[in-house]
Nanobody, 121 residues
């Protein structure tokens, strides 16, 4: 019943910027935390940034000062502004949302399909 649709990935040169978007839709009562994870080939999926419904944020040390996470609660959408991109940022980026469905008593994690970000000259 819940779908996360991601957009904004692509190919960019080192030092460039990209803005990722993720919109949640379905029978949603509320969303607690939302976040972005990434996974490079042969690597474990890692948290990049997360944001609570109240706006508190958390970032991986590797992206602090370069990436900014934000959200629009009215649109159930989370964004990731990625600046000063490096080749090591290359990965598939996945959106995550902790969702309370209508008529449910429990929050459930949902994931997007992932969007490819490639940083290369």
């Amino acid at each position: 019943q819940v779908q996360l649709v991601e957009s904004g990935g692509g190919l960019v040169q080192p030092g460039g910027s990209l803005r990722l978007s993720c919109a949640a839709s379905g029978s949603i009562f509320s969303i607690n935390a939302m976040g972005w994870y990434r996974q490079a080939p042969g690597k474990q999926r890692e948290l990049v940034a997360a944001i609570t419904s109240g706006g508190s944020t958390n970032y991986a040390d590797s992206v602090k000062g370069r990436f900014t996470i934000s959200r629009d609660n009215a649109k159930n959408t989370v964004y990731l502004q990625m600046n000063s991109l490096k080749p090591e940022d290359t990965a598939v980026y996945y959106c995550n949302a902790d969702v309370l469905l209508e008529s449910s008593y429990y929050y459930t994690d949902y994931w997007g399909q992932g969007t490819q970000v490639t940083v290369s000259s």
